[in-house]
T-cell receptor, first 115, second 109 residues
């Protein structure tokens, strides 16, 4: 496979469940990102990893917990979520974390519904 | 605060030309990006402008005026497959991407 792959594509969970989103990139990129996309709102950056080190955490609630075990894989662990957390969660990667022409390659997203 | 403005929705006719505007107010500037996102799919990179002027790539062109804080994406010879959301994003002085809410483009036959 090439590009950025996200699983699952769809997830429905209750407020007390624990689940994880997975992202995998086969591009040899050094940086990986989690974004939240809600209808008619700008993309919200959640976390950035560069060479497996977290370099950005944009005041995200602790019910979202990222994990980057290696430069190809990124997880987002979810627990005790709220209905307002329902959204499309996009993973992306880029060659470097902070550079000018930093083109992001996105996955197709995981559509999360919290009941 | 930092802000990106683009129209929420636009409609155009197949075969025509459409211009999607993006205005921005950011702390510094390190380039402006346009991405295309079809419904249910990943956003994909279209263009990057860091200097003033027009960049052309086939049917798509992107323009930048840094002094006016303004960009547009021009789509020519519209096809039905161009129906998508178009996302404008600016990289600020800290290399953070500031995103617009996207413009949904509807193409009618």
């Amino acid at each position: 496979e090439t590009g950025v792959t996200q699983t699952p594509r769809h997830l429905v969970m209750g407020m007390t469940n624990k689940k994880s989103l997975k992202c995998e990139q086969h591009l040899g990129h050094n940086a990986m990102y989690w974004y939240k996309q809600s209808a008619k709102k700008p993309l919200e950056l959640m976390f950035v990893y560069s060479l497996e080190e977290r370099v950005e955490n944009n005041s995200v609630p602790s019910r979202f917990s990222p994990e980057c075990p290696n430069s190809s894989h990124l997880f987002l662990h979810l627990h005790t979520l709220q209905p307002e957390d329902s959204a499309l969660y996009l993973c992306a990667s880029s060659q470097e974390a902070q550079s000018g022409a930093n083109v992001l390659t996105f996955g197709a997203g995981s559509r999360l519904t919290v009941l | 605060g930092q802000n990106i403005d683009q129209p929420t929705e636009m409609t155009a006719t197949e075969g025509a030309i459409v211009q999607i505007n993006c205005t921005y107010q950011t702390s510094g500037f390190n380039g402006l990006f346009w991405y295309q996102q079809h419904a249910g799919e990943a956003p994909t990179f279209l263009s990057y402008n860091v200097l003033d002027g027009l960049e052309e790539k086939g049917r798509f062109s992107s323009f930048l005026s840094r002094s006016k804080g303004y960009s547009y994406l021009l789509l020519k010879e519209l096809q039905m497959k161009d129906s998508a959301s178009y996302l404008c994003a600016v990289m600020d002085s800290n290399y953070q991407l500031i995103w617009g809410a996207g413009t949904k483009l509807i193409i009618k036959p």
